[in-house]
């Protein structure tokens, strides 16, 4: 009710105001009144201006005065709201309080129903207990009786013990000798063993040592028979030499090829066939016909099934080197040779870098004995790289290279060297079969390299 009064009293003195601010602006605009130096116009316009703020002024005046919920409103408006603000967040933090608490009270129910569902099974099992007590107790009573009568017989198998007693002490004596013959003799049949191990490792070392010696004179028993061979062969051609009309020497190479890998079998034909014909050509040559007497058919005899042979031989899809060999020697001008050919599995025998062969040398060696210690050294790597696959020359057995030059080199360095050095022999680049091995000599000394030539 008081609403309603207060807002019927801001309408009727809100209506005074303006009537009596709009009387006065009538007034001051026929009296043409001037106000500030205005026109008299903008002097009655400035009256109503100051008519209505007055309103405004006296209504607003009025609300503050009749309603303190409007002052708090309007001047209080920020700290209503922290508190307001301040009060929801405590509004939270006992409702959190107050769920943790519910949480708490549920555990603490549950944890109260597992109590008493203990105490029931505990009571049920002092029931059990109970039962068994008076179980146990009923035995007991049995177990004295049989307790009495167990006495006697206790006395009755004491007696007995002592005589079994007497009788054990008997038998630990004897029994403490034979353990000690035990140990005695295991003792020695360990001593035994041990000697039978080292006499067993021993023969297994000789056994090594044996198949080592035997692989190693077997290799040198084929060198001598095939240095024997190269030597009866040398010796005939230095007699066809000093004759003068040797063209072809035994085990001559006439040519050699590579066959890729994964040929078909007409691949492979066409490779054996073309390598006859470089042979065939490499023959006639050698054989130095005169124009007018060359022979119309081919030098080289060869049958269909030879062809077969060397197919069947390097069809099983690897790469192989092929040299076409002379099967003996031969004059020139001779219509009809003979050939061989010698197959070898291609692949890489040295990488490069790989060490083919090393010697010790010691300081203040004369120039011959450092030639002669080198010229070992290429013995060695010779033998090796025969050993390993590489093909050598059919007249010198040697295979390998190395520059005069280079050699020179080496010797400058190594004669002024004044303490024990080593000389290594190593692949220059990856040897094959039928690659020239091209060496490089590395010096070192105290596990240092101090030169290289190649």
């Not at 005074?16 to 007034?27: E, H, N, Q, V, Y």
């Not at 505990?122 to 039962?131: D, I």
């Not at 003996?328 to 083919?356: C, M, P």
Request: hydrophobic content about 40%; cysteine-free; aromatic content about 4%.
């Amino acid at each position: 009710m008081a609403g309603y009064t207060l807002i019927l009293a801001i309408l009727i003195l809100g209506g005074m105001i303006a009537t009596l601010g709009d009387r006065i602006g009538t007034k001051v605009g026929k009296a043409r009144l001037s106000m500030f130096n205005l026109r008299p116009r903008d002097t009655a316009t400035l009256v109503t201006i100051a008519t209505g703020g007055m309103i405004s002024a006296s209504t607003l005046g009025i609300l503050l005065l009749m309603s303190g919920q409007l002052r708090d409103g309007l001047f209080r408006l920020e700290s209503i709201r922290s508190e307001l603000a301040s009060s929801q967040q405590q509004k939270q933090k006992v409702e959190t309080e107050l769920n943790a608490a519910k949480s708490e009270q549920e555990k603490a129910q549950q944890r109260l129903e597992q109590i008493n569902k203990s105490l029931v099974q505990a009571v049920k099992k002092q029931s059990e207990t109970q039962a068994l007590l008076q179980s146990v107790e009923s035995k007991f009573q049995k177990a004295d009786e049989e307790l009495q009568k167990a006495s006697q017989q206790e006395a009755d198998l004491r007696d007995r013990i002592q005589n079994l007693t007497k009788e054990q002490e008997s038998l630990q004596t004897e029994s403490n000798q034979l353990r000690d013959e035990k140990l005695k003799i295991a003792s020695e049949l360990e001593s035994i063993s041990r000697d039978r191990e080292t006499l067993k490792q021993k023969v297994t070392e000789s056994e090594q040592r044996l198949a080592a010696i035997d692989k190693q004179r077997s290799e040198l028993s084929a060198e001598i028979a095939s240095l024997e061979s190269a030597r009866e062969q040398l010796i005939i051609s230095l007699e066809a030499l000093r004759k003068g009309n040797v063209a072809i020497f035994a085990d001559q190479i006439l040519a050699l090829g590579v066959v890729r890998p994964n040929l078909s079998n007409t691949e492979l034909r066409q490779a054996g066939i073309q390598l006859i014909r470089q042979a065939e050509i490499n023959a006639r040559e050698l054989l130095d016909f005169l124009p007018d007497q060359a022979p119309k058919d081919p030098v080289i005899k060869i049958t269909d099934a030879q062809i077969e042979g060397l197919l069947d031989r390097i069809k099983d899809g690897r790469s192989y080197v092929i040299r076409i060999l002379s099967a003996g020697n031969f004059l020139k001008r001779e219509t009809k040779i003979i050939i061989s050919a010698d197959v070898t599995l291609n692949r890489q025998i040295f990488a490069k870098g790989d060490e083919i062969a090393s010697l010790q040398f010691s300081p203040n060696l004369s120039p011959q004995e450092i030639a002669s210690r080198i010229e070992q050294l290429f013995l060695l790597v010779s033998f090796r790289a025969r050993r390993e696959g590489v093909l050598a020359n059919p007249l010198t057995g040697k295979v390998g290279n190395f520059p005069p030059e280079a050699l020179n080199e080496l010797f400058k360095v190594v004669s002024e060297l004044k303490s024990p050095y080593e000389i290594k022999a190593v692949a220059k680049e990856a040897i094959f079969p039928a690659s020239s091995l091209t060496l490089e000599l590395v010096i070192r000394q105290n596990g240092v390299e101090i030169a290289r030539f190649s």
